[in-house]
């Protein structure tokens, strides 16, 4: 199938360092996204990766293992305005129209 | 200079009734979707359109009918609403999949409530 498996909550302290994971399944594997979406809000974008490696953006990281079917999104610094859902989004060469296909989402809570 | 902007923000009808959520890009994609959210927050595709032609029809029940009038607008009609229609529908659009930057840009949402 095309499972994407991320831990549905995790909890942080402000100014600290997290990681959330995400897993997928590798075959036909042609991109991962992670968006970030506030409570009631819509998803934002936050980082695309299709080659291995770490691609950093400020506070931000993703880095992907193609023959792992692994990603994680590193968040530093941590403020209270992370607090949000974090969905990674897999693309697979062979769906229609390079759909993406989402986790559940990982609910971050920052803790003063 | 809204990107993707859908109405209404807020819909609540009964049971039976029909409506339309409409949805507009200015950002010159030329692919866009509709995905439906529900309350465990799973993200799911529903109907994809690449200029003007239906590209992606997932197993929607056919009371959702989407029309693209041209590439900036993507319409979604429901018939019949049901209880377990009552979701939050989000509309998005990026380049063409074949693109390397498919990056979505999704609307605000539709709650859709259905008492």
């Known amino acids: 199938g095309q499972n994407i498996d991320q831990p549905t909550e995790m909890t942080a302290t402000e100014g600290a360092i997290v990681q959330i994971n995400c897993t997928y399944q590798?075959?036909?594997?042609?991109?991962l996204f992670w968006y970030q979406q506030h409570a009631g809000e819509a998803p934002t974008f936050l980082s695309y990766?299709?080659?291995?490696g770490l691609e950093e953006k400020g506070r931000f990281s993703s880095f992907l293992s193609r023959s792992k079917g692994y990603s994680y999104l590193l968040l530093k610094e941590l403020q209270m305005k992370d607090s949000a859902s974090y969905l990674c989004?897999?693309?697979?060469?062979?769906?229609?129209?390079?759909?993406?296909?989402f986790g559940q989402g990982t609910e971050l809570s920052v803790k003063p | 200079d809204t990107a993707v902007s859908q109405t209404p923000k807020y819909l609540v009808t009964q049971m039976g009734n029909d409506k339309s959520i409409k949805c507009e890009q200015n950002?010159?994609?030329?692919?866009m979707y509709w995905y439906k959210q529900d309350s465990k927050k799973f993200l799911k595709i529903m109907f994809s359109?690449?200029?003007?032609?239906?590209?992606i029809n997932e197993t929607v029940p056919n009371r959702f009918s989407p029309k693209s009038p041209d590439k900036a607008h993507l319409n979604l009609h429901i018939n019949s609403l049901e209880l377990g229609d009552s979701a939050v529908y989000f509309c998005?659009?990026?380049?063409?999949?074949?693109?390397?930057?498919?990056?979505?840009?999704f609307g605000s949402g539709t709650r859709l409530t259905v008492v």
């Open positions: 359109y690449n200029n003007k032609e239906l590209i």
């Open positions: 998005a659009s990026s380049h063409y999949f074949r693109d390397r930057d498919q990056r979505y840009t």
């Open positions: 990766n299709v080659l291995d």
């Open positions: 950002l010159g994609h030329d692919t």
């Open positions: 590798t075959s036909g594997f042609n991109g």
């Open positions: 989004a897999v693309k697979w060469v062979r769906n229609q129209g390079g759909k993406l296909i």
